[in-house]
């Protein structure tokens, strides 16, 4: 495990915050990138006992993109790269063992955005709001994670225009799941991760590997890749539990197991 300068953590029985901490607005360099990269990519390490995630910002915004410096630096020679360690870092919280619940106020834009559609839920804060900027500076992405927030029309409309969308303007299309004050994000946030961790750590395991595998497949084979992690699944102990608790009229007891 890396020494992690950039990022704070804190486990809560089965559930996990984790928190952006770069001043002033959380925007993403190499060094963010690269520990956010390997946070997600080894969370039963960083978090042993989490059922589930909150991911968080410190400070005025949850991220307020990439740093633009970098982007004055950049050139055909270098930009794989650099581009390669976005896109992983994006990845790894994606790919997470957990569901991940981004906590968004302030801004989530560019870069920020994608790190927040790569979750699995978005809760955001009064007057939080969203943005592709990438026009507006010369570079290109985003897109296609604003597309997991938002249709195609929206994402057009907001990528070619780079401005900035509130999250109330957002949230009719689903992928906000609730705009709370701002003093309540957090607690709301933990209470939905609360409400996910109750259930057995293999089968949310399963089941987030299952929704990944299945979020761009065509019905038929899309089920069938779901029936085969309930083949998996039915071999665990866990499963039996949810089963038997369940008829039983009881609390399950799981092991992860």
Request: net charge negative; charged share 25%.
């Amino acid at each position: 495990m890396r020494d992690l300068t950039l990022l704070d953590w804190q486990e809560d029985g089965p559930i996990a915050t984790v928190w952006l901490d770069r001043p002033p607005v959380n925007a993403t360099d190499h060094q963010l990138y690269s520990e956010i990269r390997e946070f997600f990519r080894n969370l039963t390490e960083y978090l042993p006992r989490a059922r589930a995630v909150v991911l968080a910002g410190r400070g005025k915004h949850f991220c307020a993109g990439n740093d633009l410096a970098e982007f004055q630096t950049m050139d055909p020679e270098n930009a794989p790269e650099r581009l390669q360690l976005a896109r992983e870092t994006f990845w790894a919280i994606y790919d997470s063992p957990y569901p991940v619940i981004a906590a968004v106020h302030g801004v989530a834009v560019g870069s920020g955005l994608a790190i927040a559609a790569s979750c699995d839920l978005v809760v955001a804060a009064e007057g939080a709001r969203f943005a592709t900027p990438e026009v507006n500076v010369g570079v290109l992405g985003g897109a296609k994670h604003l597309s997991r927030l938002v249709p195609q029309g929206v994402v057009r409309l907001m990528h070619y225009t780079g401005d900035l969308y509130p999250a109330e303007k957002l949230l009719p299309y689903g992928g906000i799941v609730e705009i709370v004050p701002q003093e309540r994000l957090l607690g709301a946030a933990q209470d939905l991760a609360r409400s996910i961790a109750r259930h057995s750590p293999v089968t949310l395991e399963l089941a987030k590997r299952s929704l990944n595998g299945i979020e761009y497949m065509e019905l038929k084979p899309g089920y069938e890749f779901e029936q085969s992690l309930t083949h998996e699944l039915s071999g665990y102990a866990d499963s039996k539990e949810a089963v038997n608790a369940f008829l039983e009229r009881r609390a399950p007891v799981y092991t992860g197991r």
